[in-house]
C-alpha cells in the first residue's frame, strides 16, 4: 500500500478514536489530519519547505510590481524574469511563488508550476484560507491527478474539500477520476471527506456505499446505503438499494 495512503489510513483511525473517546469535535480533528497530510507531501517539492533569510524586502516587492505589469501586458517572458527574481530576493514573499506559480500555469507550463505552488502553500499553512490559497490548493490536487501522481494529489484534494466544504462537484469530479483510474481506496477517502463536509448528502452516502460494494465490503456498503436512505426518507431510490443488498447478504 502507498506510503501517503497508509498515513491516511492511520490518521482515519485516529480520528474516530478521538472522537469516540469524546475528544476533539470531529471536524478539528480532520483539519488536522488534512494538514499533517499536506505538510508531509508539500515536503516532497524542492524548496518548498526550506527556511531562507529575506535578502531585500523593498526590491522583492519593486520587482513584483514589474512582474504583474509585464503580464498584464502579456510579456509573459518578462513576468517570469521578475517574479524569479523578486523571490529570489525575498524567498519568504508568498505572493511572488504564487504569481509566477500562476504564469506557468496560464502558459500550460504544469510542471514548472508545482514547485512554485507548492512553495506558496507551505508559506501560507498556518493563514487565514483565502480565495487564492484555496486555488493554489486545488488546482495543485488537480494538476497532480492529470499526472497520475496520486499519493501528492489526494493529500490536496482533501484538503480543497475541507476548505471549500460547500462544492458538491469537485467531490464527483475527484472522486470519479480516482475510482476510474483504479484508486478505489483514493476515491473512497475522497466521499468520507464529503461526508465530513456534507454530513446531511444522502448521495454522497450512496457514492461510497458503491465504491465499498465494488470492493466487496457488503455490510459496510449497506450501513452506508441505510444512512443515506435516513438522510432522505422520501426517496425510493435509497430505500431500494438498502433493501437489495440486504437481500443479498440474506441468501
Known amino acids: 500500500m502507498r ?32 494538514e499533517t497530510s499536506l505538510q508531509t507531501v508539500l515536503s516532497r517539492y524542492a524548496g518548498a519547505t526550506r527556511s531562507s533569510p529575506t535578502v531585500n524586502e523593498e526590491l522583492a516587492r519593486r520587482l513584483f510590481r514589474r512582474g504583474n505589469t509585464y503580464s498584464n501586458l502579456e510579456r509573459y517572458d518578462e513576468a517570469i524574469e521578475e517574479f524569479e527574481q523578486c523571490i529570489a530576493a525575498d524567498p519568504n514573499f508568498a505572493e511572488g511563488f504564487r504569481n509566477l506559480a500562476n504564469t506557468y500555469y496560464f ?65 464527483h469530479i ?26 446531511d448528502n444522502a448521495f454522497f452516502y ?12 457488503l ?8 444512512i443515506a436512505a435516513e438522510r432522505d426518507p422520501e426517496s425510493d431510490f435509497y430505500a431500494n438499494l438498502v433493501e437489495t443488498l440486504r437481500a443479498r447478504l440474506e441468501r
Not at 480516482?178 to 473512497?188: H, K, L, P, R, W
Not at 455490510?219 to 441505510?226: M, V
Open 219 to 226: 455490510d459496510e456498503a449497506l450501513a452506508q446505503y441505510e
Open 107 to 171: 502558459l500550460e507550463r504544469y510542471r514548472e508550476a508545482k514547485p512554485y505552488y507548492a512553495r506558496f502553500i507551505a508559506l501560507t499553512l498556518d493563514d487565514e484560507p483565502n480565495t487564492a490559497i484555496r486555488a493554489a490548493i486545488t488546482t495543485m490536487g488537480q494538476i497532480e491527478r492529470q499526472d497520475g501522481n496520486y499519493q501528492e494529489s489526494i493529500a490536496f484534494d482533501l484538503r480543497a474539500i475541507e476548505l471549500d466544504p460547500g462544492n458538491d462537484s469537485q467531490v
Open 206 to 217: 450512496r457514492t461510497l456505499g458503491r465504491l465499498l460494494e465494488q470492493e466487496g465490503r
Open 174 to 199: 475527484m472522486g470519479n477520476t480516482y475510482n476510474n483510474e483504479g484508486e478505489t481506496d483514493n476515491a473512497i477517502l475522497i466521499y468520507q471527506a464529503g461526508i465530513e463536509a456534507q454530513p
Open 3 to 34: 506510503v501517503i495512503r497508509k498515513e491516511l489510513l492511520k490518521v482515519t483511525m485516529t480520528v474516530t478514536l478521538l472522537v469516540l473517546a469524546g475528544g476533539l469535535p470531529a471536524v478539528q480533528v480532520a483539519a488536522q489530519v488534512s
